[in-house]
């Protein structure tokens, strides 16, 4: 992801969370942390091309890395990609960065409502570990707290072995890995 990513990132964002998007600044904060020596985060853009409507966003997803732990920021897949398998793409890259960043773990957030993105969490090895209560604002809902111990051990050998969906009607949308703190 890059700056000029942000404006069409806050589009997707307002659509997919209305109630707990991220803002312009929070984008910007994190991107900052996305460059040089001392980069402490990692943020990605899926694309689509077509002739109609050009270069679009349709998913992206980031991670912060602390020491040796890193931790799932985002992750979304425009509506109509849901099912395509694309958020378990994102969840790779993000998966690689923390191998890169050589963490130890992974954490993240999930909406305990958001069992979905729970599913795909789980097939990459992410186990619960606790709650938050009243984690997501303004409507109050509690966040799933997941970890994974050794992202390395739990990525594919090859780019196309990506973990598939449980179902065919699997949402790749992992909106409960927010965190707009």
């Not at 789980?122 to 707290?145: C, H, K, M, S, T």
Request: net charge negative.
């Amino acid at each position: 992801m890059r700056w000029w990513d942000i404006e069409p990132v806050l589009e997707l964002e307002k659509d997919l969370f209305p109630e707990d998007a991220w803002s312009r600044g929070m984008f910007w904060s994190d991107l900052a942390h996305a460059r040089g020596p001392q980069a402490t985060r990692r943020y990605y853009v899926a694309e689509e091309e077509s002739a109609e409507a050009g270069r679009r966003i349709i998913g992206y997803g980031g991670l912060a890395a602390a020491g040796d732990v890193a931790d799932v920021q985002t992750i979304a897949v425009a509506r109509e990609h849901w099912g395509t398998g694309l958020g378990a793409v994102l969840l790779t890259e993000l998966l690689r960065a923390a191998t890169a960043f050589e963490c130890a773990e992974v954490m993240l957030e999930c909406r305990v409502d958001n069992v979905r993105a729970q599913k795909l969490y789980e097939r990459f090895g992410f186990e619960p570990i606790g709650f938050r209560r009243g984690y997501y604002q303004p409507g109050n809902v509690d966040a799933l707290v997941m970890r994974l111990r050794d992202p390395a051990a739990s990525l594919p050998a090859r780019e196309t072995d990506v973990p598939e969906p449980d179902d065919a009607h699997e949402i790749n949308d992992v909106q409960g890995t927010e965190s707009n703190g």
